[in-house]
């Protein structure tokens, strides 16, 4: 769900449990994300099968200088489903999933886009962890990998889609595979990646789905408080007093907490799994639970629809019925909040991320939670503390564009699907209108995040049924296309 900043940033991210006070808000970038305030991550429906093949690739530390440290090489696990693939005489397509800020594990039977519609592409799956991650770490060990600034200075999104580059053309190499079109899937982060990769590397990738990809979340290209503006709309549409009650919760909260034994008050109305040290902890954890909630508000569960009719059932006072909550959004558990949790490599990887590149100024104003902004100059003090360097908020849209995106675009990018659903508070800072016939958005009013790549299920109703079958089709007809233009070439090819 989220991860405090993506890395032990426990503030507003929902997988941490400390809290200090951060100068940011970053909900968490993940197709599946993660059980909330747990250790786990979300499981696996069953192992993979056998027809997972693991491979590693040789990969070049650095792809864009020639110092001699650059050419230093590193193991990066990729992993390919052969099973169904039509061959490379037919040049049969390749469908290629960039891995984002987690191991690839989890993203192998999840990611359903891949595995529900292999069959009729005859296509290969290709699953490319993203550098940093799992097994794919440089310099010998994790712990030398993330030493210091040095070190991590080769963890970034360009040096990714450099490494998806290369691998991807050393698959087709292997594989004797020239002709067959690839396609990159990625969701989230991962959208951004295959977005972005489409961009940089239109000769290796005949398109791209990008999946709830929030490239317009930089700089003043999106509002600030876009994002907790569109978790309040999700909330006031399943009940309005749903969404009274939390917005004055907060200060309830406070002045519970400002008096004798208030905290331990709130401990015993919140099962706390060990005592809050500051009315901070319990206010960070239940702004993560509504935005996760929101942002993750899939069907047949509809998170926020389960936590409002607690809420609004319950009879015990404002407090009691947050309380009540948090019971019905967690399920039945013998303690709630401050729950024991070890940092994850995501946690660290993307404090790192969002402390050089991934810079997206969200805050909070004049919704249902209490005023937040962001502050560049905290954000920058926070991160050069931890890495004696500062962001480069600007970096992402000098190295991928996002201003005036609509008149920039199309003069140079194709066959791109920018899928959302307008549930997901992140939608705020997606591609949500046509750019031209080759750059499309598809979105559907009551989607959630990235639920159209996940796994199909028979509970699915039917609006990411269709939007589903029409990003199907869209890349029909670009692959169609390819192989028509193909056909073409070899014909008249003269050298």
């Known amino acids: 769900m989220f991860s405090s900043p993506w890395i032990p940033f426990l503030l507003f991210v929902l997988s941490t449990s400390v809290v200090t006070a951060l100068p940011y808000?970053?909900?968490?970038?993940?197709?599946?994300?993660?059980?909330?305030?747990?250790?786990s991550r979300?499981?696996?429906?069953?192992?993979?099968?056998?027809d997972f093949k693991t491979f590693y690739y040789n990969q070049t530390l650095d792809h864009f200088s020639y110092r001699p440290e650059?050419?230093?090489?590193?193991p990066q696990r990729y992993i390919v489903n052969f099973k169904y693939w039509g061959g490379a005489n037919s040049s049969a397509p390749i469908f290629a999933y960039l891995g984002a800020e987690a191991p690839i594990d989890d993203d192998l039977n999840v990611i359903g886009f891949m595995t529900d519609n292999v069959i009729q592409f005859n296509a290969l799956l290709v699953y490319i962890e993203h550098r940093y991650y799992g097994k794919s770490v440089p310099f010998g060990s994790r712990d030398e990998a993330l030493r210091n600034a040095s070190t991590l200075g080769y963890f970034n999104s360009a040096q990714a889609i450099a490494d998806y580059a290369s691998i991807l053309m050393h698959v087709k190499k292997e594989l004797r595979a020239n002709y067959s079109p690839v396609i990159v899937i990625g969701g989230s982060y991962g959208g951004m990646l295959a977005s972005w990769f489409r961009l940089k590397y239109p000769h290796v990738a005949l398109g791209a789905l990008a999946s709830s990809a929030p490239i317009l979340y930089f700089d003043d290209i999106t509002p600030q408080n876009g994002y907790y503006s569109v978790v309040t709309k999700d909330f006031r549409e399943v009940s309005e007093t749903c969404y009274e009650t939390i917005k004055k919760s907060w200060s309830e909260m406070e002045a519970v907490a400002l008096q004798p034994n208030g905290l331990s008050f709130l401990d015993q109305q919140f099962k706390t799994c060990r005592p809050i040290a500051r009315y901070l902890e319990l206010r960070d954890y239940l702004w993560s639970m509504y935005a996760s909630a929101a942002q993750y508000n899939h069907p047949p569960g509809y998170p926020v629809t389960r936590i409002c009719d607690a809420i609004d059932g319950a009879v015990n006072g404002t407090l009691g019925k947050i309380a009540a909550g948090v019971f019905a959004y967690r399920g039945n558990l013998s303690c709630y909040i401050n729950e024991p949790r070890n940092e994850t490599e995501t946690d660290v990887g993307w404090r790192w991320q969002s402390c050089s590149e991934m810079v997206m100024p969200i805050s909070s104003d004049d919704d249902m939670f209490p005023p937040f902004p962001f502050d560049l100059g905290n954000f920058s003090r926070y991160c050069n503390g931890l890495y004696g360097v500062p962001p480069r908020p600007h970096w992402a849209t000098t190295y991928y564009g996002g201003h005036d995106i609509q008149l920039v675009l199309q003069r140079f990018g194709s066959n791109i699907i920018f899928s959302n659903g307008l549930k997901d508070p992140y939608s705020i800072g997606g591609v949500l209108h046509n750019i031209s016939d080759t750059l499309l958005a598809v979105h559907t009013t009551n989607g959630s995040h990235c639920l159209d790549?996940?796994?199909?299920?028979?509970?699915?109703?039917?609006?990411?049924?269709?939007?589903?079958?029409?990003?199907?089709?869209?890349?029909?007809?670009?692959?169609?296309?390819?192989?028509?233009d193909l056909a073409n070439y070899k014909q008249n090819k003269t050298f």
């Open 42 to 50: 979300v499981l696996l429906e069953a192992p993979p099968s056998d």
């Open 25 to 39: 808000r970053f909900p968490r970038l993940s197709p599946i994300g993660e059980k909330f305030l747990h250790h």
């Open 70 to 74: 650059s050419y230093t090489t590193f």
């Open 453 to 484: 790549i996940l796994k199909a299920n028979e509970t699915d109703p039917e609006w990411v049924v269709a939007q589903r079958k029409t990003e199907v089709d869209i890349i029909k007809a670009w692959i169609s296309k390819y192989y028509a």
